[in-house]
């Protein structure tokens, strides 16, 4: 089967590196001709944000998808009418890259998201404080995302379209990826755990399963399902949450795509997030996702202060460690904050796989 993939990025990569095991011809799209997928892929060199370029692009191929929603959705629709496969559904990508969608999308479906006000300028705001503004398009990795505290903070207030929400008092931030494929079989993974760096805002941690009550689980069950009858779309998708100190649980947003929340799934389930949305794209039985014990992972992230040829300081001794797993994207340039690669861990407990972790952590630079 031809392949196509909108973004020739590490999520794109890895799901190639575990799907070249089967017989399929992939080929990805990306404007950076050094692109993670480039040296495992037909690559062509272009903007997916094109209408032009995605639609060439998609053309010819049995089924198209991405690993990035930041991309053409006028030219999916049109591939679409014109007989192509798209996966996930372009309605459910258009609704996902803009936050005042997605917010509507959840309140409409009554899946528990904070309560919301929308603006198109700031002349508009009228939101109880504290609260959270995001940018309806052009954030990422907690850039375009702000706490706005006090009347002092409101002279900050970006002037651009943009969701207030409530200000959650958070006690941990969780992720459940479910997958269907298009006969309608669901599979979902275990919730994860995601701890963040408040430096970078870049997640820093996972840890599989996470250490929540039954009651909680049961919150993220209902999500999950609402969530997937919702978005009416085969696909594999990443609902991220907050747990609050009162144990109620809010959906933060989704990823239409393949996360950076499921890395430890690689090792640490009996299928990988890659391998499920692998099965998603050809319509194949979905896999079992079951976790094999605890499992963790480490984003190796570009240093602060070095840019560059990438150096991975201290990997020889990360590599001599027990049940332990180095994954690097092939990007040969550091920056501040890049995501490189990242480092799967497997432990029996959660006490050994914190350890692990946080001496890895301590081990391992990512420098120029
Ligand atoms: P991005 O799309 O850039 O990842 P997010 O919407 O996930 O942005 O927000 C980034 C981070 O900001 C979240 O991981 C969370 O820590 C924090 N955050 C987002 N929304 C809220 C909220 N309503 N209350 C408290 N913290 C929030």
């Keep these: 089967m031809k392949i196509g993939i909108l973004g020739g990025g590490q999520l794109g990569r890895m799901l190639i590196q575990n799907a070249l095991k089967y017989d399929d011809q992939w080929f990805t799209l990306d404007p950076a001709e050094d692109a993670p997928c480039a040296t495992i892929s037909a690559i062509t060199i272009g903007n997916f944000n094109d209408f032009d370029t995605v639609f060439d692009f998609g053309k010819g191929k049995d089924v198209l998808s991405i690993e990035i929603e930041h991309v053409n959705v006028d030219a999916l629709f049109e591939l679409r009418d014109s007989g192509i496969k798209i996966i996930p559904s372009p309605e459910i990508i258009r609704i996902i890259q803009q936050k005042i969608l997605q917010k509507e999308f959840y309140s409409h479906h009554q899946i528990p998201s904070p309560a919301f006000q929308t603006i198109q300028q700031k002349s508009e705001m009228h939101f109880p404080l504290p609260f959270v503004q995001k940018m309806n398009t ?13 009347e002092e903070d409101l002279k900050n207030l970006w002037d651009v379209p943009s969701v207030l929400e409530t200000l959650v008092d958070i006690e941990k931030e969780l992720s459940v990826i479910v997958a269907k494929n298009e006969d309608g079989d669901t599979q979902v993974f275990p919730v994860t755990e995601m701890v963040a760096d408040p430096q970078l805002n870049l997640l820093d941690f996972n ?29 594999l998708f990443a609902i991220e949450l907050l747990l609050d100190k009162n144990q109620k649980v809010w959906v933060n947003e989704t990823a239409p795509r393949l996360h950076n929340s499921g890395h430890q799934t690689q090792e640490g389930n009996a299928n990988s997030q890659f391998e499920q949305f692998y099965r998603v794209l050809k319509n194949l039985p979905l896999a079992d996702t ?4 605890f499992s963790g992972m480490l984003n190796l992230v ?17 590599l001599k460690l027990p049940k332990t797993y180095v994954h690097l994207y092939g990007k040969t340039e550091t920056k501040p904050g890049r995501k490189m690669g990242h480092i799967n861990v497997l432990a029996n407990s959660r006490e050994e796989l914190m350890k692990k972790l946080v001496f890895i952590k301590s081990l391992i630079r990512v420098i120029a």
């Excluded at 052009?138 to 006090?150: E, H, L, P």
């Excluded at 996470?210 to 696909?235: C, H, M, R, Y």
């Excluded at 990438?310 to 990360?318: A, F, P, R, S, T």
């Design 290 to 293: 079951d976790a094999i014990g």
């Design 207 to 235: 840890i599989c399963p996470a250490d929540i009550s039954a009651e909680v689980q049961l919150q993220i069950d209902l999500i999950t399902k609402q969530f997937i009858n919702a978005a009416d779309s085969p696909g």
């Design 302 to 318: 570009g240093e602060e202060g070095y840019q560059g040829k990438v150096k991975y300081e201290g990997l020889e001794e990360v």
């Design 138 to 150: 052009g954030g990422y990795d907690g850039k375009g995302v702000q706490v706005i505290r006090t």
